[in-house]
């Protein structure tokens, strides 16, 4: 059949941050048969402006912006992102937090940065909060009160539930979800989307003390808040004893640092066990020793205790210096228990504990990144992509902060995806050995934990390299200055000068296009073989100019490559183009 005619004008898409050129897997062409028009497949990647085409058909060019936009304005090149800071609430504190963040806080229109609404929806009713996104950070927490009538109206048997209470056997049945939605829009204006899902939210009746539980040996345990706490705030550890515990006395040693100190002593059941506290303070810790002694015959534990269930035995009342600037975040606790036929190697057993303090009431951690797709084409051209994170905390009142104390980061899967030690980067370096969606990274501080999930794609190889003509032929009667037995010495005889011309000129080959086509998928993270693409399976990304520097004709006499793109025909013969 006869070549295609097409028109040919190069496209190119200008304004966007990252643009790929697409091509389907069963076409060997382009799908242009004509001298009129032209047409081209291009995926945007990233948030950004809106995209710009360029056409040139040298001399001419023209460029035209793509697309209508639904509404004149800023709101187009808004790219906001939301997180849910909690993940239940009670009628104790029944307030859901949002955050909401610019992924693009130094563009030009940062200066009026848009509104984020919350919306909970739980059983046909609905309640909103909405909150102004604030430069520099181009964050801001969104606060939103639940009503006290969500948190009673569970299923339609829950009367059953306090029925069941002293049965062990039956949990508790649980109140329906709320469903958090966010939305973008201009401050003042109205929504112009649908809410987007943000996730569930989790509706307790009561809200369960958050404590860590640690042995002080086999049959006795310590229980702390899991909180961090504010100078001059005090807080209750629980002592608890297993079923087997049958001493009649028990002395509990506590050594704190400067800034806590043991205040009182109490048995949990009065009329088992009595609690004598001493305490003496150095210049760097201060001392507490609490003896307990059984009260007659009582048991140790309660009868109506379970036994599977360590039961508690002693609260201690521990104080948080007010005025404790300058001293470390974490005050550690040192515990060490003693009683009568307790195992001599565990009598020296001692427990230290952290109790992390302060100034500020933080609730959450958040990393910030403007990223959450990952084109990994470190593997094509050497040099790694990054995404910068920025940790921030959030308080209490909803306010937001960078966050300057120490920071953990790992990430769940490296073969995927890396983090940097300072935890300020995530990136692909070109070693990883598979894409994923779903590839977590997780950062801690204090006590604090918050994860981020990227889709990482990777190229999967071999990469198809695509000729537009596989046969260049000679043109006739066009030859080239430059041949091989070209000559610079001048001929003496002005008659032999056309022929010696003619000697220092070389044949004329065609010349054809180059693709080099990619795909790029994520593998599943349970390690199965089915794989995503992006973005489709019937699709295939031009790489060309990712890989220009390392394409090159495998025997150079034969052809030549113009801007990694442009095959060149040389003299006869037969080679083949490699990346």
């Known amino acids: 059949p006869p070549d295609p005619v097409f028109l040919p004008v190069e496209l190119e898409v200008l304004g966007v941050p990252e643009s790929y050129r697409l091509q389907r897997v069963d076409q060997d062409v382009a799908p242009n048969s004509s001298l009129h028009t032209r047409s081209e497949t291009f995926l945007l990647l990233r948030a950004g402006s809106q995209p710009l085409v360029q056409a040139t058909y040298p001399p001419f060019s023209i460029r035209q912006v793509t697309g209508t936009p639904v509404s004149p304005g800023p709101p187009q090149a808004w790219a906001i992102r939301a997180v849910s800071l909690e993940s239940s609430v009670s009628p104790a504190e029944p307030v859901a937090r949002g ?20 919306h909970a929806h739980h059983r046909g009713r609905v309640a909103r909060g909405t909150c102004h996104l604030q430069a520099p950070l181009g964050v801001c927490v969104v606060e939103l009160e639940i009503p006290p009538r969500w948190f009673s109206m569970g299923s339609l048997h829950s009367h059953r539930s306090r029925q069941r209470d002293s049965d062990s056997s039956e949990p508790p049945e649980r109140l329906d979800p709320a469903e958090l939605r966010y939305s973008v829009r201009e401050c003042g204006g109205r929504e112009r989307e649908a809410p987007r899902l943000l996730g569930m939210l989790e509706l307790r009746a009561g809200e369960p003390e958050r404590q860590q539980e640690a042995r002080l040996d086999e049959k006795v345990l310590l229980r702390v808040p899991n909180v961090p706490l504010r100078p001059g705030q005090r807080f209750t550890a629980t002592i608890a004893l297993r079923h087997n515990f049958t001493a009649n006395s028990l002395t509990l040693r506590i050594k704190a ?69 300058g001293l470390a975040p974490a005050r550690p606790l040192t515990w060490q228990v003693e009683y009568p036929g307790q195992d001599p190697e565990a009598q020296k057993d001692k427990l230290v504990w952290e109790i992390q303090v302060s100034e500020r009431d933080i609730r959450a951690l958040v990393p910030l990144v403007q990223e959450l797709e990952i084109l990994n084409t470190a593997p094509l051209t050497g040099i790694p992509r990054v995404i910068p994170v920025k940790l921030v905390a959030v308080e209490a009142g909803g306010g937001v902060s960078e966050l300057t104390d120490p920071v953990g980061c790992e990430s769940a899967d490296k073969q995927v995806l890396q983090v940097s030690d300072s935890c300020d980067l995530v990136f692909v370096g070109g070693k990883e050995s598979r894409g994923a969606q779903g590839a977590r990274v997780d950062f801690w501080a204090r006590r604090l934990r918050a994860e981020l999930s990227f889709s990482v794609w990777a190229p999967l190889l071999p990469l198809r390299v695509q000729l537009g003509d596989p046969v260049l032929e000679q043109l006739r009667g066009w030859r080239l200055p430059g ?67 390392r394409t090159h004709v495998q025997d150079p006499r034969v052809a030549s490559l113009e801007a990694g793109a442009v095959v060149v025909g040389r003299e006869p013969g037969v080679t083949s183009v490699e990346v």
Request: hydrophobic content about 35%; some cysteine.
């Open 99 to 118: 955050l909401g963040s610019s992924q693009g806080a130094g563009a030009p229109w940062a200066r009026d940065l848009p509104c984020v609404t919350l």
């Open 257 to 325: 640092k400067k800034g806590l100190q043991v205040v009182s002593a109490r048995p949990a059941i009065p009329g088992a066990w009595s609690a004598h506290l001493e305490r003496s303070r150095g210049p760097k810790h201060s001392t507490a020793v609490v003896t307990c002694r059984r009260l007659g015959d009582v048991p140790a534990i309660p009868d109506s205790s379970r036994a599977s269930e360590p039961a508690a035995f002693l609260h201690l009342d521990v104080a948080v210096d007010n005025g404790t600037g």
């Open 483 to 549: 041949g091989p037995d070209s000559s610079t010495v001048e001929s003496e005889d002005p008659a032999e000068e056309p022929e010696r011309r003619a000697r220092g000129c070389r044949p004329q080959f065609q010349r054809t296009g180059l693709r080099v086509l990619a795909h790029f998928v994520a593998h599943p993270l349970d390690g199965g073989r089915h794989l995503s693409y992006l973005p489709g399976p019937e699709w295939l990304l031009d790489v060309t100019h990712l890989v220009a520097a």
